[in-house]
Every structure is written in structure tokens, then in C-alpha cells.
């Protein structure tokens, strides 16, 4: 009674209890227990077994918590200051873009070609579509604004980050897909605008030698479905644009080896939907197949590579500047052997060159390990061509040594 605080009448009814029921109270409660734990066991394996048991109980906690801790708002979710622009999430970077015969474009990094020496094969850099081969490839940021000069006198516009990035031997996006192209209509140029600034031109040529210099201001304003970039007359192409500052020398030069520079300020500037002016005059089936401006005091030599694979450089001293419209000089002696010219540039010794073939190979060359020769000469071996031919060329510039080496 001292131990447990009972009275006398509750110490009584104990000692009269017989000891089995003292034994069945214990085996009940026992019984209890285990009962109870079986139910627990079993709701827990409901709720594990139930998505909408266990969404029931989160939904009750949450509720509990809201009752509990819930209150006004302390924050106030207003709109940014200033209008959004999506580039802004956008991260800025040097890139390569090429394009197909067919309309394929992709993006890819700057680095995925590495330097390699005069004469080697080259890497495999776009798997093609069968007679589908890559005609351009440039370099340009993803925040540049890139203009599509069509075939047919168009232009259109996209942004550096706006065509997908691919991986190297991957055949890229339509380019159909990303601009609003007429039926027949095919990409001939391209040209990356890292700002709309004043006192820049576009300096266009067409296949049959006729040169156009627009202010690039007025294609500030590219719609969707393109623009009129320049008008041709029947059976001509626009095969080339060039951005300058008007105080250049143009070279033009077509597939026969022949080439003809002038002044820039020979061309004046014309309206967006002008034809141009005569800007050479070519031979029967000669035709224009490219197109440079030479920068006043250039150290620069004029690259010239032929289908197949030969190429050389010539200083631009031997190119006297003549009046526009004329014949021109010989700058490259075409035969058999090398083939026809396919492409030319102005580039300079830190500078390497891109030569694509029709089968979708690329080889990256150092310009300074190409040969300086004269107008008429026809040039060394830059790329064996035993299956193919060589369709375009491209400069960029080079990588440091570390990353050559890499």
C-alpha cells in the first residue's frame, strides 16, 4: 500500500484475485500490442503500395503546416525593369557554322579542328547526305547577327545562337527549317554583323560579273520572310557578299584564273533593290566565283585554291588597280592538272585556311605554310583529292600553340 499509494479496499481485491487472472491481464495486454502493431505494419505497407495514400498524407501535412505557420505574403512579385532579352541568358562565344549543297547548316566550337601539316588528308568534318557536300563554313559569335544572302537575290537573318549546335560529323538542321526560303532558292552567301554601325557597305557580286555596294543599314530590318537583297536580271546569281568600310580595293576573280581589282569608290552606293553596275567582264563560259576587298596598306597575299587541291599565295603588289569593268589579269594558270579555281582569299600569315571537298572532308592549314608565287604560276599540292574535289575554303584564325598541341 506505501509503494503503490493504495487504499485498504483496493489492497483487499487484490490479494482475493486468484494468480491465473493476474497471468490472463498480462497476456491480454500482450495480445493488444501485437494486434496493434499488425495494423500498423499493414496501413504502412498500404501507403507505400498507394501513390494517392502517400500524395493523401503530404497533402494533410501540408495543410497542417499551412494552418499552423501560414500569413500574409512578406514578399511583393513585381515585373524587371527593363525590357528581357532572351541573348542575355545566352553565353557568348566564337563558333564555326557550315552549310551544305542542300540546305544543311549546323553549329560547332572553334576548336574542333586542330592545325595539321601541308599535304595530309584532313578529318572527316560533316556527315552528307549522297551528292550533298559542304560549300561554306565561317566563324562568327553566337550573339552576331548573320544575314543569308539567297541564289536568287534574298536576304534573311539569324541569330549566332538561333541555328543548332551538332557535333562534328553530325549532318546538321535544314536550313528550310530556320528561314522562309522560296522553292529553288539556295543560300550563296553568308555574312556575320556583330553591329549595324554606320559608314559599313555590303559589297555584293553576282555570277556573271556585276558588283553592288548597299549601305548596311538598310538591312537593319530583315522580316522573317526575307527581303530583296539586290534584283538580277535573268539567268544571274548573287554569288558573293562582302562587308566593308567603302575605302577598299575589290578583287574580283573567276573560275578561268582571271582577276581583276579596282577601287571601291568606283562602285557608288545603290538602293537595297538596285541591279549594280558591271564590275568585270568574262569570256564565254567564264564565270565569277569570287570576290575580296583589299584594305588600303595591306601585308596580306591573295590565297587562291582550285578544285583539285592545289593553291598558292601571291602578294598583292602584282595586282595593279584598274578601272572597273575591265578584262583583268591572269592570276592563276588553270590546267588540267589543278582544275579550275574554286575559291580565293586576302589572308595573312597568323591565319590558318579551311579546304572542304564535296565528300565532306576538311583539312585545317597554317596560311604561312603555303607558298608565296607569282600571278601565272599553278600553285602545290594543299590536299590530296583521290576521291572528290575541293568546293570552298574558308580562313580563320589561328590557335594558340598550347591548343595545337593539345
Known amino acids: 500500500m506505501e509503494r503503490f499509494g493504495l487504499s485498504d479496499i483496493q489492497a483487499q481485491a487484490i490479494l482475493d484475485m486468484r494468480l491465473k487472472t493476474l497471468s490472463g491481464l498480462?497476456?491480454?495486454?500482450?495480445?493488444?500490442?501485437?494486434?496493434?502493431?499488425?495494423?500498423?505494419?499493414?496501413?504502412?505497407?498500404?501507403?507505400?503500395?498507394?501513390?494517392?495514400?502517400?500524395?493523401?498524407?503530404?497533402?494533410?501535412?501540408?495543410?497542417?503546416?499551412?494552418?499552423?505557420?501560414?500569413?500574409?505574403?512578406?514578399?511583393?512579385?513585381?515585373?524587371?525593369?527593363?525590357e528581357f532579352d532572351v541573348e542575355d541568358l545566352i553565353k557568348e562565344e566564337q563558333c564555326v557554322v557550315a552549310l551544305t549543297h542542300f540546305g544543311y547548316v549546323k553549329r560547332m566550337p572553334i576548336d574542333t579542328y586542330k592545325s595539321q601539316k601541308r599535304g595530309g588528308k584532313g578529318i572527316t568534318g560533316i556527315a552528307t547526305r549522297e551528292e550533298d557536300f559542304v560549300k561554306q563554313i565561317f566563324t562568327c559569335s553566337t550573339h552576331d547577327t548573320i544575314l543569308f544572302f539567297s541564289n536568287k537575290g534574298k536576304v534573311y537573318r539569324l541569330r549566332g545562337y538561333e541555328i543548332p549546335e551538332a557535333g562534328r560529323t553530325a549532318k546538321g538542321t535544314a536550313i528550310v527549317n530556320l528561314l522562309m526560303l522560296d522553292g529553288g532558292e539556295k543560300i550563296s552567301a553568308v555574312i556575320p554583323i556583330a553591329n549595324f554601325a554606320e559608314g559599313k557597305y555590303l559589297l555584293m557580286a553576282t555570277k556573271n560579273g556585276i558588283i553592288k555596294k548597299t549601305s548596311l543599314n538598310e538591312y537593319m530590318s530583315v522580316r522573317k520572310s526575307g527581303l530583296i537583297g539586290i534584283t538580277l536580271k535573268e539567268e544571274d546569281e548573287l554569288i558573293d557578299v562582302r562587308l566593308t568600310?567603302?575605302?577598299?580595293?575589290?578583287?574580283?576573280?573567276?573560275?578561268?584564273?582571271?582577276?581583276?581589282?579596282?577601287?571601291?569608290?568606283?562602285?557608288?552606293?545603290?538602293?537595297?533593290?538596285?541591279?549594280?553596275?558591271?564590275?568585270?567582264?568574262?569570256?564565254?563560259?567564264?564565270?565569277?566565283?569570287?570576290?575580296?576587298?583589299?584594305?588600303?596598306?595591306?601585308?596580306?597575299?591573295?590565297?587562291?585554291?582550285?578544285?583539285?587541291?592545289?593553291?598558292?599565295?601571291?602578294?598583292?603588289?602584282?595586282?595593279?588597280?584598274?578601272?572597273?569593268?575591265?578584262?583583268?589579269?591572269?592570276t592563276y594558270r588553270v590546267t588540267p592538272k589543278t582544275g579550275n579555281l574554286v575559291g580565293i582569299r586576302i589572308a595573312t600569315d597568323d591565319e590558318d585556311v579551311m579546304l572542304i571537298t564535296d565528300t565532306g572532308t576538311i583539312i585545317r592549314i597554317r596560311v604561312a605554310e603555303i607558298s608565296v608565287l607569282g600571278r601565272s604560276t599553278q600553285g602545290v599540292t594543299l590536299m590530296r583529292t583521290n576521291e572528290g574535289k575541293v568546293v570552298s575554303i574558308e580562313t580563320i584564325s589561328s590557335e594558340d600553340k598550347e591548343e595545337e598541341e593539345r
Open 26 to 82: 498480462q497476456r491480454e495486454k500482450i495480445e493488444e500490442e501485437y494486434a496493434e502493431l499488425m495494423k500498423l505494419i499493414e496501413h504502412l505497407r498500404a501507403i507505400l503500395a498507394s501513390d494517392k495514400l502517400v500524395y493523401d498524407i503530404i497533402k494533410e501535412e501540408l495543410l497542417e503546416i499551412k494552418d499552423k505557420y501560414g500569413d500574409e505574403r512578406k514578399t511583393k512579385i513585381v515585373a524587371a525593369e527593363g
Open 245 to 330: 568600310d567603302g575605302e577598299d580595293n575589290v578583287v574580283l576573280v573567276t573560275n578561268k584564273g582571271m582577276c581583276i581589282t579596282f577601287d571601291e569608290k568606283d562602285v557608288r552606293p545603290m538602293g537595297r533593290v538596285s541591279q549594280g553596275v558591271i564590275g568585270i567582264r568574262l569570256d564565254d563560259s567564264d564565270y565569277v566565283i569570287g570576290m575580296e576587298s583589299i584594305v588600303q596598306g595591306s601585308k596580306a597575299t591573295l590565297l587562291a585554291i582550285t578544285e583539285n587541291g592545289f593553291g598558292k599565295r601571291t602578294e598583292l603588289d602584282e595586282y595593279r588597280v584598274q578601272t572597273r569593268g575591265g578584262k583583268g589579269v591572269i
